[in-house]
T-cell receptor, first 114, second 113 residues
Framework: ETGVTQSPTHLIKTRGQQVTLRCSSQ?????VSWYQQALGQGPQFIFQ???????GRGNFPPRFSGLQFPNYSSELNVNALELDDSALYLC?????????????FGPGTRLTVL | GESVGLHLPTLSVQEGDNSIINCAYS??????FIWYKQESGKGPQFIID???NMDKRQGQRVTVLLNKTVKHLSLQIAATQPGDSAVYFC????????????WGAGTKLIIKP
């Protein structure tokens, strides 16, 4: 069974640029959630996708957007990057779109905005 | 707003001793709680979970206790080992909030040799 994978592992961008982060969910999982984790903080929920539809969103501006594909992999897009967007971006997958599903995390993508 | 938080940011424990990590939550409607372990440079790793209709759940070397009266959650690690060094997060699954996980700031567990 393959776990959650994310790419790239590290990324450096400049302010104002756009970035796309990718996530492959664990086999059999149809739900993907994205989190932002600043250094020394707990993860903050960005949004969740269930069967290719956005299933909930945290307190993040519209320049954070996402997609989920038919194979349940997902992308996180961030436009007009700001310095405060520098963080570890985590993807988690879960099996069934239910609130009590355990979420399994990938290793994260470390984004640095200069 | 509603939140999940931790009492202690850092906990130092002698190798072989038991560790207890505490967490407070404020949303009485939450029905599912999870403990995650995050090692440096890695994503959070699921340790154990508990639902609100339970008071205690045991895993391998870990026990989670839930006290709904005082909205308190704890993680007990038996016979702490060097590999247990990490940041531990409690997270609350809020089914009324589109299933997002709400996390505390984390407790760093340090193992003394």
């Amino acid at each position: 069974e393959t776990g959650v994978t994310q790419s790239p592992t590290h990324l450096i961008k400049t302010r104002g640029q756009q970035v796309t982060l990718r996530c492959s969910s664990q086999s059999g999982h149809n739900t993907v959630s994205w989190y932002q984790q600043a250094l020394g903080q707990g993860p903050q929920f960005i949004f969740q996708y269930y069967r290719e539809e956005e299933n909930g969103r945290g307190n993040f501006p519209p320049r954070f957007s996402g997609l989920q594909f038919p194979n349940y992999s997902s992308e996180l897009n961030v436009n007009a990057l700001e310095l405060d967007d520098s963080a570890l971006y985590l993807c988690a997958s879960s099996p069934g779109g239910q609130g009590s599903d355990t979420q399994y995390f990938g290793p994260g993508t470390r984004l640095t905005v200069l | 707003g509603e939140s999940v938080g931790l009492h202690l940011p850092t906990l130092s424990v002698q190798e072989g001793d038991n560790s207890i990590i505490n967490c407070a939550y404020s949303n009485s409607a939450s029905d599912y709680f999870i403990w995650y372990k995050q090692e440096s440079g890695k994503g959070p790793q699921f340790i154990i979970d508990i639902r609100s209709n339970m008071d205690k759940r045991q895993g391998q070397r870990v026990t989670v206790l839930l006290n709904k009266t005082v909205k308190h959650l704890s993680l007990q690690i038996a016979a702490t080992q060097p590999g247990d060094s990490a940041v531990y997060f409690c997270a609350e699954n809020m089914k009324d909030s589109n299933y997002q996980l709400i996390w505390g700031a984390g407790t760093k567990l340090i193992i003394k040799p």
